[in-house]
Structures are given as C-alpha cells and as structure tokens.
C-alpha cells in the first residue's frame, strides 16, 4: 500500500513514545531518524521533512512539560503534522456545468485519467464531452477517440490540426450541450517557458471551471518544483494523482500538492476504466496508523504507560526500597522498549557490537526463566531478597518449584544488588535529571559487573 | 541535468574544507567567518526565507559541532585529527540532505555513505580529500556504457536481426525513446524496423504507428489484445526475411508490482530472444525508481537502462539510483521531444557536470 513502510515507522514510533519510562533524547532521537527515513523514502520534500523533525524535537525536549502529558502531546503533534503534510480534504463539487482542463508531464497519465473520470461523472448522471488538445504526441487523438469509444463517451478531436485554438473554436457550439467538459492538453513541463505560455493562452480561451494537475505518485523530489510552476503559471485548482498502485509510496506528489495550497481530489489506482478513487487524508492517515482517530491513539498511549507503575517504582526509587519485582518490572519495561540489543545499544560507552549476539538472545530467554522463579517466591522472598542469599535451602525451594536452575537463581540475585547499588547513584533518574556523564558511569560499573 | 546537484556539491565540499581549517587553530577561526557569511548570502537569493532559518540553523550546528571540540579540548585535538566516526555523521548529514534533495534514492545514498565511510573514517583530516573521495563513490556507481553501434555491428556479424525489447512502466516514454533510438541507428547507416507489442493501451499502435511512417520504417503489428509476444516473434521473421539489422520491440507499459503483467513480459523475452533489454525509467522518479530499475532486472535480467525526461529537471539523482540498484549501465538519456533528442551517456562528462 501507499506509505506503508512510512505508517509503520509511525506505529513503532508512537509505539515506542508509550512504553518508554523516561522519554529522553536518545529515545526521540532515534524515533525522528526512523521517521526522517521513511518520510524520505516515501519522496517527501526533504525541507518539510526537517521542518517535521525540528517540531518533534522542541517539544520532545521541552523540560517543562513531563511524563504522560509529553507522551500525549508528542503523539498528537506527530498525527496532526503527518496530516498537516497531506492536506485538507477537499472534494470536487462541481456546478451543473462545469469544465475540467487537465494538465501535467508528458506521460503522467491525463488521457487515460480524462477517461477515467469521464466514465466516473457518467455514471453520476452526467453528460460528459472529452475535449483531445493534444495536437503534439502521435495518435493523442486517437487514444482519446478509443478511450470514449470504450466508455461511451463523445469525444471531440481533430486529428489533422496543429493548432488547439483552432480545435476549440470548431467545437465551442456543440461542447455548449454537455454539463461536464474534460479537456486534454498536450503533456508539458513546468519549467519550460514557452510550453507554460501555450497553456496560459489555453486556459485565456477555454475559461474553464477547474484546472487540474495529474502527476504521477513515483515523482521524486521535482513534485514540488514542477507543481510550484503550475501553479504559478496557472493557479491550479486540485490534483489527481496516478499510479498509485505502484510500490512507490506518493508522498513526493502528495505532499507537494498540500504545500501548493492544491488538494488531491483523486488517485488512479489501475490501468482500469474505472481504478479512480476520491482521497481523503484523514482517513488515508487512519489507515496508515491502524488507528481510528487521534482519541484512540491518545488512549493508546495511556493503556501502554502503566502510570501506577511507573509512579511506584519512582517512588520506590526514591525510598531506597527496590525489591525483586520492582526489578522485573523495569526489566521488562525495558523490554517493551526494543530487544535488549537495542537498550544496550542505549546506554552510551555500551554499545551492541561488544556483546556477541547469541548471548543477548540467551538474556532474553533469562528473563523468563526468572519471572518463573520470582513466582515461585513468598511475599517476604520478593520484598527482601537479602534473606534468599542468607537462607541458602530458600534457593533450593525456589529452584525446584519454577524448573529454573540454583545459578540462574543466584544470577537474578546479583543482578539485583547490583541494580540496587546503581540505584543510589541514579535517584536523579526518577526526575530524568540524568545526564551523559551520569550514564557512562552507570554503564561502566554494569559493564564491569554484569556477567552474562 | 545535474546542474543543481553540481552547484550544491560543490558548496559542501568548499565548505568542509573550510570547517577542516577551524580545527587546525583558533586564530583561524576570525578570518573564516565571513567566506561563510557570503555563503549563506548566496544561498538567501536561491532560497525562500523558511528554508533559508533551517539552512541556517543547520549551518549553525555544523559550525558549532567543528568549533566546539577545539574550544574545548584545545591541544588535545592537535594530537587526534583523526577522523573518527561520529564526526564523519556529522559532515555526511549535510550531504546526505543535498543527494536526497536531488533526488538519489535513499537507498543509494546509504551506499555512498558507506563507501565514504570505510575510506575516512580513521584517516588523518589533513590527508582526506573529500571531493575527490566523492568523485569515486560515485564514479564506482555509475557504469560507462559499451559503444552501442559497435555492440550491435559486432554481434550482427554472428547473427541477424539484432533485438531489442523495451520494458518500463506506463507512461515512461517507451515508444517516444524508440523511435528516437531507431532514428540513431538509421543515422549510423543500420536498418531497422519496429514492432507493435503494446496491444493494451489505447491507441498505442496508432502512435508507434506515426513513427514509423515519419521515419519510413516497417512497422509489424496486430490487433488490440492480441498476443505481445506474438508481435515480436513475427517482426523478428520479417525482418530475417527482409534483411533488416535490428528490430526494436515496444511492450506495453507496465508497473513492476503487478505480477502478471511481470510475466507477461518475460514470456515477452523468452519468445523473442533479444540481443539486448533496455529498462526505460524516468529521470523525476524519485524514491521508486531503485524498486522500478530493480524489478525489471530481476525479471528480465536488462541489459541497460533509458532515462526519459532528463530535460525536465536539473536534479539528476535518478541516474545515480538506478545504477547502483542494478549494476547495469545507462545507454542513453532522453533529453527532449525530437528525435534528435537522445543522448549518449558518458559516465566521464556526467563526472565533470557535478564539476568533481
């Protein structure tokens, strides 16, 4: 689908902003990267795409704004942009008699989407007229001819004259009877002078209702260039884009017209007659994050943040009491988080290429194994480990109990006391008062520490 | 084509040289900021006053993150001028916004990186010659193509007609491009002759039809819906028949996703045998174009690559994408509405364009 890989670089982003504890730079940082990435592969015009990551980051650091709030408020900022960057919904109401004039690249596709949209006015009860201006190409004309012989639609073309004036004056009493006319230029680029002017002294002529844009979804980042000089030259008054059913993702054409102020009044999704579709951004960016509207991704968020757990282990934190369960807890937080090589790869002075990979896939399966066995333990055992280690036939219990073996016992032990240890150096952490030196201290006593 | 890509370029590397000098000392530092300033002045008359903050804001962190460590590391930095990795984020961020914005698939742009990467990171900042260090990573991409008229006049002495299909998506130009290269192969004294293999949109054949007579050659063709493949098999007998060196197959247009029409034109291939696949891509596709160049590759397995439309824009980007997406060489660019209007590509002009 369009933006597909962009949708779920958004869903993991959002994802990640509501299970973090703490939303800190790396965290930001490395969601607006993978945003920034898909945003890009998607053609989005690279300036918009900075101008979205620069946003993201003043909020994301804005230290007067905390916990659950900035989670919300990132998480809106992020949907509501996204949207920005599509524009508005604006549907084509036209009058009872209307003309369309199309125009575009050369091989962008107007034939084929006159076509098209005659046959969709059609069928609206509408009587269509094609208008073939196309006194360039070879066979422009007879394209269109077939094209409204397939529809049953009346098509006016001259295939002999060279001159499109001259084309329009032979037919301006007949096209008079229709209520909708669709007129078909000849493909130009916008940045071509005298093409431009030709076009002008078409549009002086026909006067028509709308003008119209066709541009194909796969156009990279000339989208915008090529739709600033249209509507310049013409003030364009919406949009179709084609070839929406390729792998390329549209964000260049779409994002484009949203910058030039023209909405997307169509997509054509097919070499068939009748592959048109009406765009509306709203719905396309529900689609794109799975989500219905910005009131479930906000409840979303809530559900994800356990704020009762999180405000206990703060306040644990602060009380110097930690106990085994405090400790999974965070441990699986972090886990929600990415896998553990992505957390290591976290904490600066750590990072993942140091620790073989099998070993943080056998950390994983760890994790397991000691939420078994701290199931396995009374009350008093998870609220003062100590007494574990003093009593050695606790072990023993616990291990025969949860099918877990004495050392991985003794291992979650450790970690534990070390885990407590760190925790008097970082109650800065619970107010996210942590800094970088802060960090690598951390992370160099764990290093020295933690055996896998 | 690649006349903004060049400008912008160029900018870059003048620029990180400069930034090279504000390690080197404090002193230094006084009489660097005002080629900057005139830099950026430069740029407000190009650019429109949003873009010109963000530009600025970027140049301010640039310059800040080159000025910083010399302020604050002061002498330690004489003994460490290495390049080391995070500093090499820093300058390629700059350059990676400048090859997106010009339209290099993102794809590419993470392969220059790299290759830019293994050769400076670690490397003495003295040592590092960053335009000539560009020049190869994209020399290395892209691919001179072999001589086409001798390709053709070598293979025609072992076999004739020589084959050609053209594949590409809808609306790329592929019948506009064959007729101009049939009009060059007539011009290097080759006979040729077309085939109507589109037999899907509307018009296609009246179209290739007004080439061949504006250019006298002999058109084989059949009904709309009949089989493509069918249409190729009987120019390729004709002109075996007639004696005509090369027989150029227009498909239908068609998008690299829709798995039947994929295989439509490999039955395409099979049938007709031909000596040589040209992808025929356009030159303002963005992103898409890795996925376009690298689907018919890998379905047809292209000998070279077209690009339409090169006239269109200065960005050139797209010519560097396709290359590294298939490894496979750019023969022509299509540069207007003429039949003259094709041009042979030539990796070393195309260098000396981006003025590297």
Redo the contacts between chains.
């Keep these: 689908m369009v933006l597909d890989k962009l949708g779920s670089a958004l869903k993991s982003g959002i994802k990640k902003i509501s299970n973090a504890i703490f939303v800190d730079k790396k965290l930001i940082d490395g969601i607006i990267k993978d945003i920034q990435k898909s945003l890009i592969e998607a053609d989005v015009n690279i300036e918009l795409v900075f101008a979205l990551s620069q946003k993201i980051k003043k909020l994301a650091y804005d230290e007067t704004i905390k916990g659950i709030d900035k989670k919300e408020q990132l998480v809106k900022l992020i949907h509501d942009e996204i949207t920005l960057l599509l524009g508005k919904e604006k549907q084509l109401k036209l009058p009872k008699k209307a003309s369309l004039m199309f125009l575009g690249l050369y091989g962008a596709g107007k034939t084929t989407t006159i076509a098209k949209l005659g046959f969709y006015y059609a069928k609206r009860g509408r009587k269509v007229a094609l208008l073939g201006l196309d006194t360039q190409r070879p066979a422009a004309m007879d394209q269109l001819e077939q094209l409204a012989k397939q529809t049953n639609l009346q098509a006016f073309i001259d295939k002999k004259e060279k001159d499109p004036l001259k084309i329009i004056k032979q037919y301006s009493k007949d096209l008079e009877k229709y209520d909708l006319v669709l007129i078909d230029t000849a493909g130009r680029d916008g940045l071509n002078k005298e093409l431009i002017k030709e076009i002008e002294k078409l549009d002086k002529r026909l006067k028509p209702d709308y003008r119209i844009l066709v541009m194909p979804a796969d156009v990279g980042q000339t989208a915008k260039t090529q739709a600033e000089e249209f509507q310049k030259a013409l003030s364009i008054d919406g949009v179709i884009v084609t070839r929406m059913d390729g792998t390329s993702k549209g964000g260049g054409a779409l994002t484009a017209c949203a910058e030039t102020k023209a909405p997307v009044f169509f997509i054509g999704v097919g070499e068939q007659i009748h592959e048109i579709e009406t765009f509306n951004p709203e719905s396309f960016i529900q689609r794109l994050l799975g989500m219905g509207d910005l009131q479930a991704l906000l409840e979303h968020v809530k559900s994800a943040t356990d704020e009762k757990q999180t405000k206990r282990i703060e306040e644990r934190l602060q009380e110097g009491k930690f106990t085994l369960l405090d400790l999974y807890s965070q441990l699986e937080q972090m886990n929600k988080m990415g896998s553990m090589d992505k957390l290591i790869g976290m904490i600066p002075g750590m990072s993942a290429a140091k620790v073989p990979k099998n070993v943080l896939a056998k950390q994983e399966s760890k994790m397991k194994h000691w939420k078994n066995a701290i199931s396995s333990m009374t009350e008093d055992e998870i609220e003062n480990p100590e007494i574990l280690e003093k009593q050695t036939s606790r072990i023993q219990r616990v291990s025969k109990g949860s099918g877990t073996t004495t050392t991985e016992i003794r291992e979650l032990l450790k970690q534990y006391k070390m885990l407590k240890e760190m925790m008097g150096m970082q109650s800065g952490l619970a107010e996210g008062k942590i800094d970088q030196k802060m960090m690598q201290k951390m992370a160099k006593k764990f290093r020295g520490k933690v055996k896998f | 084509m690649f006349g903004a890509l060049k400008e912008k370029l160029k900018k870059w590397i003048t620029k990180n040289k400069e930034g090279d000098l504000d390690i080197k000392g404090h002193d230094e530092k006084k009489v660097d900021k005002s080629p900057k300033k005139q830099l950026s002045k430069k740029k407000k008359v190009k650019k429109s006053k ?2 010109e903050k ?1 530009k600025d ?2 140049e301010q962190s640039l310059e800040e993150t080159i000025n910083t460590p010399s302020e604050e590391k002061g002498f330690f930095i004489k003994f460490k001028k290495r390049l080391t990795e995070e500093k090499f984020e820093e300058l390629f961020e700059e350059l990676e ?1 400048i090859l ?4 290099v ?2 794809e590419s742009v993470e392969s220059i990186k790299k290759s830019l990467a293994e050769k400076l990171i670690g490397k003495n900042l003295k040592e590092v010659d960053l335009a000539e260090e560009l020049k190869n990573a994209i020399e290395s991409i892209l691919i001179n193509p072999p001589d086409f008229i001798k390709t053709i006049k070598d293979s025609l002495e072992i076999k004739s007609p020589f084959v050609i299909v053209f594949a590409g ?5 592929k019948t ?1 491009t064959i007729a101009k290269v049939a009009n060059y192969l007539q011009k290097n004294k080759l006979s040729v002759s077309l085939a109507a293999a589109d037999t ?5 054949i ?6 061949a007579d ?1 250019l006298k050659i002999h058109l084989t063709k059949k009904d709309y819906g009949s089989d493509p493949a069918s249409v190729g098999f009987d120019a390729i007998t004709h002109a075996k028949k007639n004696k005509i060196d090369v027989v150029l197959i227009d498909t239908a247009g068609r ?4 798995d039947t029409l994929m295989k439509e034109i490999e039955k395409i291939v099979r049938i007709t045998k031909p000596d040589m696949k040209i992808f025929l891509g ?1 030159s ?6 890795t ?2 160049a690298k ?1 018919f590759n890998e379905s047809t397995d292209i000998t070279g690559i077209i690009l ?2 090169s ?3 200065e ?1 050139g ?2 010519a560097i994408s396709v290359s590294q997406a298939t490894g496979k060489p750019i023969l022509f660019l299509g540069t207007g ?1 003429k039949y003259e209007d094709l041009e042979v590509f030539d990796k070393k002009k195309m260098i000396e364009k981006l003025g590297l």
Excluded at chain 2, 100 to 103: A, E, I, P, T, V
Excluded at chain 2, 206 to 211: G, M, N, Y
């Design positions: 949003v873009l963000q804001e970027l916004i997106l914005q010009n339209n698939a993102y998506i809808n609306g790329s130009g506009t899907f949109r509307a018009a296609s009246e179209q290739i039809q007004q080439h504006n998008m690299q996703n829709k356009e303002i596709t963005g992103n898409d174009a996925e376009q689907a339409s439309k006239d269109i824009d960005k980007g797209t509405q």
